[in-house]
């Protein structure tokens, strides 16, 4: 198997270089001769001098969340947007153009259409963050709507939990009545985006606790049907998605490990939360 992968490996990699049809390996396939991309560092210090920020998404993305100061100028509506900022446009040497991270070309292409109208703007290479929001919103929803069949049934939930064989049924009577709860609270705090850190180290909290808890219903071999992670519905059959298993465990490290980037990584370049409002042009 490994030969079979680093054979396919050595003729791709020999492919894009001597086919003709490959490209740069170093950088974003979105970039063509005449772009000016610059890093975060440089994006930030280019802010504070006093930079033209441009934000190429869409007006709507634009409304909820940009780099302090920026402008909208989406790919789509160019022509009606630069109108109105043209002015300010041509009274600067000095402009930044973003969109929403480095799978979206719409910065290079409005990059594009500036320079063919005789303003040249520099492309932020990573964009405005946004691995922060999807996780934030992905995670936070989920235990959401997780939390929501517990909170209906907690009758139905406790008897979940007996099946688990952790605790007697006391403790799980109380771990029925308050986990649903935290886990909406948790949840409702990252889609709201407050206390997003906060948030996040409680369900990752709770993400280590459900995979010892796991780990522990595997090793002694007790067959828990349904997990009871978002319904408490009775399984008519068992699926391999619903039980405690390897599955369970997995998609519980993919949620840890999201998690753990909200609550240890800042939100990359610091332009959101650092940077002043321009000045008028």
Known sequence: MAAIMGAGTLVGVGWNAWSGRGFVLGQSVFVQAGDEVIEPLEAKARLDRGALFLDARPADFWKMSHIPGAFSLPEEGFDKAFAELEPKLRGTFNIVVYCSGYGCEASHIVARKLREKGIHAAILSEGWPALHAILRLALGGFFLYAS???IAAPAAFARIVYQWQIAGPVPSNLVAVTLPWIEALAGVLLVAGLWKREAAAVIAVLLLVFLVAAGSVMARGIDVENCGCVSTAKTEEPAWWKGVGWFLVAR??????AALVLV?????TGLAKEAAPLPAA
């Open 252 to 257: 519980n490290l993919a949620f840890l490990g």
């Open 148 to 150: 929501l069949d517990k």
């Open 264 to 268: 240890r990584v800042e939100p990359r």
